[in-house]
């Protein structure tokens, strides 16, 4: 992408890594649009260039179990990798999750150079849950000498937001590692922006789907340049508006 100014964020001249996040599809919800909101998504993702994955941050389902395979089946027609989170919607046991999705409810892996870290934050109940601490830990201290690394997690672990959980060690465990570049959520449909702490971002996708939130379907990109600078911006599905933009790492 050619060099940019949107604000203070400075697009790279050269993408190493591009992925997207977007949550809260919900697939499944009654008197929703939920087929067509992914479809739209997947639209707006297959306009985006040079993408190497996507992520669905939780809430890929409303509630019913048996709602799971469906999703799943209309993942397929993105062509693009994706992983998912688990979120409080998506009523699952784990054991059910990674047989269907094919990967577990904590899981992670590398992009060319990046450490990527998802985190489970629900359960079959729905119950707001903290991260799994000893396994975000684990997965950090082997990731600590890659340049970059981003995390994943449904649920906000800090009470800033209205549906956020108090989890301030989930915090300080992320803020310690100084090649976390952003934790990125779902769950509250209304926000889409960043939150600071210990100087370090944490931001928001708002919805594609469900019945509440934001007037605007959206979803949130991240590139990473071959000079090591970071950004993030969210878009919108309906025309690829860029809303709000942030520098992870000049």
């Not at 479809?39 to 669905?56: P, Y």
């Not at 699952?92 to 999750?97: I, K, M």
């Not at 952003?182 to 960043?194: M, N």
Request: charged share 25%.
């Amino acid at each position: 992408m050619p060099f940019v100014l949107y604000g203070k964020m400075n697009f790279p001249k050269a993408t190493r890594l591009k992925f997207i996040t977007a949550s809260d599809g919900h697939w499944g919800q009654p008197n929703t649009d939920f087929e067509g909101f992914h479809k739209n998504l997947f639209d707006a993702i297959h306009r985006e260039k040079d993408l190497d994955f996507v992520v669905f941050n939780g809430d890929l389902i409303h509630d019913k179990p048996e709602l799971l395979p469906e999703v799943k089946d209309f993942y397929r027609q993105l062509q693009v990798p994706h992983h998912v989170c688990r979120g409080n919607h998506d009523r699952v046991s784990e054991q059910d999750f990674q047989k269907v999705m094919g990967q577990t409810t904590n899981f992670s892996f590398e992009a060319k150079g990046s450490g990527i870290l998802l985190l489970d934050c629900s359960n079959e109940k729905g119950e707001y849950l903290c991260a799994d601490l000893d396994y975000a830990k684990k997965i950090l201290d082997e990731y600590s000498a890659l340049e970059h690394v981003f995390v994943f997690v449904h649920i906000s672990q800090n009470d800033w937001t209205r549906h956020g959980v108090d989890c301030k060690p989930f915090l300080d465990l992320v803020t310690f590692y100084p090649n976390v570049r952003a934790t990125f959520h779902g769950h509250d449909h209304d926000v889409d922006g960043q939150m600071i702490y210990r100087k370090k971002p944490f931001l928001w996708s708002g919805h594609f789907g469900g019945n509440w939130g934001n007037p605007f379907p959206s979803y949130r990109v991240c590139e990473v340049g071959e000079d090591g600078k970071v950004i993030s911006y969210l878009k919108t599905v309906k025309d690829g508006t860029i809303l709000n933009g942030h520098t992870l790492k000049n």
